[in-house]
């Protein structure tokens, strides 16, 4: 391959192997039939080229194979009684996200689909699907392995999508597969043809719109190369050592401890092949190198939005974070850089470094380079500030803030193809919707709604129509699907893959948002969602408690706190946003700033009361609270407060805060707390650490308690969790611990989620007979 280096393997371009592989095939099939011949396991080479030709990936369990593979659809389709909905039937759902139109006609979308294995949801895999928006005919375009994924694609023309999977070994590459002319013809899943071959994982993936360049990431260690990184991780684990040393903050991050590797971009040119198949026409290049932080940033940033290649894919822009000292754990400053990709030294500028805020998700205009737009706070050190639109002119050197009086803070950010519109996500009373905006370089007019319900996002635009685009859309009583808005009046789902699972299982169809007066004499919101089985005779109420505290509920489907698994158990349901809430305007969610304890406390005994007195089906003497993060913080604030503990038969903390001193110094996230605390230090200002402190009220603990915990919580730490329990047991108040080793600030495996709801419900139950 031109300009290749020793990270990528020749090619067979008629078959797209590598030379590599076929010589590591033949050794290991030479291997496999001695053995055989050994000990009579010829079974073992059946498994071999079984693997060889299928795909299938004998690192995976035994028992995960293709033969076992059926659909969630097959699997209800054969079902014939109807269930009340629970964990098990909800992680059952196909997940459906990144819808992509053809990129010249826009007459068929391609998305990700990611399916749990059937029935025990013991390993997943995630598949290229097609379809069809005149016919509505569908296909599967990659073959479903259980521990496969495919992600982040790139319809670059219309034969032709690049991507990401882990389908060769247990490592995530670059691959590509060609579409045939008629798709609905195919009578097989596409084999995919691997282009890379690291030896370590490509994490993120971009490529421009003439498809002659893209970037990728890959964690390495700062000032070494990909081949480096893994030759000296290689050594180090030989070594028998296991010591992490740190010069300075952050030690550890959300779930992980910063070992030393960080997720770097790199750029390559890329070109066809005689075949048709992209090959690398240098060494990618890492534009961090040498520089001791992340693009994207941790622990939840994305390429996909925080890289971008301009419209002639002659520049290019990134998010980092400042990482150079400790500030990094109370600094929520981001910076926006650009690249110019003509010169070969390929030096970074900054273009927000004015700003000591978050300045993150730039976007190239698609048809000006020098138009870039990207969202921008304004208040340092507070991740929760309102994202304000910024657009930067190259040839001014110049920014304006668009929208600058508006009170909404925007979440993504979509171009229309002509560069004169944008398509705006944002939170607004509960729902996650889309606007749309027309008129980019003047104030005199706001964005109009789109989507009225539920939550949109992920919007991907029409080629030809820039009125038109598909997203992917949920809400309480809709898992996510894929829709296409082509006009006001026509809006509909592209997608059906959980049907057959929803057809027999009971749900909860009627939610539905109230308000009362709240603190402040403001006016406040909450959801209602009664019990699957009606209103017709008196319900226990699970009050749910939602996390941030700068959050929501929101009108959309969850995979772990979900409204429906309690409902169909017979419970009423009341959620509250509360002062501090976001998507009620900034003001509101501001206001819980030095009000960690108040406010929000307040609401929830003023929402209790209203939501008792108007749905008075509800058993105000069967009452249990549940809440996660800063809900399981308030959980131990109510704990304290006998006026509204004592209105509740027992209680559920899950990564719940107990003390806040011992909470400054030992998340990861010190920003976050001390702007919550009113922009204020521990050391210097103590007294407000114990204002709202949980610790100082235990002695009014009376109500039994389930405390839930991680043990990779590193945003709450796990000793919270722990130091609850033991106040407790101390206190003789009957109390379980839960506790997940593994698990993080959330419950992401799906067999603890199936046992965390196991265990809630059972204590639910227990108290509220």
Request: with cysteine; aromatic share 14%.
């Amino acid at each position: 391959m031109p300009g290749s280096n020793t990270n990528y393997l020749t090619r067979d371009n008629a078959t797209g192997i590598t030379s590599k592989s076929k010589f590591r095939k033949f050794i290991w099939l030479t291997i496999v039939f001695l053995l055989g011949i050994v000990i009579g396991s010829i079974p073992s080479i059946v498994v071999y080229i079984r693997s060889s030709h299928t795909g299938f990936n004998p690192s995976i369990p035994s028992g995960w194979n293709i033969d076992d593979y059926q659909s969630n659809s097959d699997y209800y389709n054969e079902l014939t009684e109807i269930y009340d909905f629970n964990q098990t039937h909800n992680l059952r759902l196909d997940r459906l996200s990144s819808p992509q139109f053809h990129p010249q006609h826009g007459q068929s979308v391609i998305y990700l689909r990611k399916q749990y294995h059937m029935p025990d949801l013991n390993g997943s895999t995630t598949t290229l699907h097609w379809t069809c928006l005149q016919t509505n005919q569908t296909k599967q375009l990659t073959q479903p392995i259980w521990g496969v994924h495919d992600q982040q694609f790139y319809w670059v023309d219309d034969k032709t999508i690049l991507f990401l999977s882990n389908r060769k070994s247990d490592l995530i590459q670059l691959f590509q597969i060609n579409l045939p002319d008629n798709i609905i013809s195919l009578t097989k899943f596409i084999e995919p043809i691997q282009i890379t071959d690291y030896p370590l994982n490509i994490d993120n993936l971009l490529v421009n719109r003439q498809a002659t360049r893209l970037a990728f990431s890959c964690q390495v260690y700062a000032n070494l190369s990909i081949e480096e990184t893994y030759n000296r991780t290689k050594t180090e684990g030989l070594s028998g050592e296991l010591v992490y040393k740190f010069d300075k903050l952050f030690i550890r991050q959300w779930d992980k401890f910063m070992a030393g590797r960080r997720h770097h971009p790199f750029l390559v040119s890329i070109k066809r092949n005689s075949k048709g198949i992209f090959e690398f026409m240098s060494t990618p290049k890492d534009i961090l190198f040498g520089i001791d932080s992340d693009s994207p940033t941790r622990p939840f940033g994305e390429g996909k939005t925080q890289w971008s290649f301009s419209s002639t894919g002659n520049l290019f822009a990134y998010t980092r974070q400042h990482d150079e000292t400790s500030e990094v754990a109370w600094s929520t400053n981001l910076d926006i850089y650009t690249i110019d990709l003509t010169l070969s030294n390929y030096i970074s500028k900054c273009i927000t470094c004015d700003n000591l805020a978050t300045d993150t998700d730039p976007s190239y205009s698609p048809t000006d380079e020098n138009i870039l737009i990207y969202r921008s706070q304004s208040v340092a050190a507070y991740e929760f500030d309102q994202y304000k639109i910024k657009l930067f002119n190259y040839s001014s050197n110049s920014k304006i803030t668009l929208l600058k009086d508006w009170d909404r803070s925007i979440q993504h950010i979509t171009w229309t193809n002509d560069g004169q519109s944008l398509f705006l996500e944002l939170g607004e009373e509960a729902r996650n919707v889309i606007h749309t905006f027309t008129s980019i370089t003047s104030n005199s007019s706001l964005p109009i709604r789109l989507s009225m319900n539920g939550t949109s996002n992920s919007i991907n635009i029409h080629p030809v129509n820039n009125n038109m685009f598909v997203y992917v859309h949920e809400s309480i009583v809709e898992p996510s699907n894929i829709y296409f808005y082509s006009s006001s009046i026509s809006i509909r789902s592209i997608t059906d893959h959980n049907k057959n699972l929803l057809s027999k299982v009971r749900m909860s169809y009627s939610p539905e948002k109230f308000s009362f007066m709240g603190a402040k004499n403001e006016t406040v919101w909450g959801w209602h969602i009664p019990p699957a089985n009606g209103t017709h005779e008196k319900a226990p109420l699970a009050f749910l408690i939602h996390g941030g505290p700068q959050s929501s509920w929101y009108d959309a489907w969850s995979y772990r706190w979900n409204y429906q698994a309690f409902a169909s158990q017979g419970y009423a349901i009341i959620a509250i946003n509360f002062h501090g809430s976001d998507s009620y305007g900034q003001n509101f969610t501001d206001s819980i700033t030095g009000e960690f304890g108040s406010l929000s406390f307040e609401d929830l005994q003023l929402g209790l009361t209203a939501a008792l007195k108007q749905f008075n089906y509800i058993d105000e003497h069967r009452a249990i609270a549940l809440g996660a993060s800063y809900g399981g913080y308030m959980i131990n604030w109510i704990a304290g407060h006998p006026q509204m503990s004592q209105r509740f038969k027992a209680l559920v903390n899950h990564d719940g805060v107990f003390d806040m001193k011992a909470m400054a110094y030992s998340t990861d996230d010190l920003a976050f707390i001390e702007h919550c605390l009113g922009n204020v230090t521990q050391y210097d200002n103590p007294e407000a650490y114990e204002k709202y402190n949980p610790v100082n009220y235990v002695a009014n603990w009376t109500q039994p308690m389930l405390v839930i915990h991680g043990g990779y919580d590193y945003r709450v730490p796990d000793t919270q969790g722990i130091s609850t329990f033991t106040a407790l047991q101390r206190r003789g108040i009957p109390s379980r611990l839960l506790y997940f080793p593994k698990e993080n600030h959330w419950t992401m495996n799906p067999i603890n989620s199936i046992v965390w709801y196991r265990e809630v419900l059972d204590w639910m139950s227990r108290w509220t007979k």
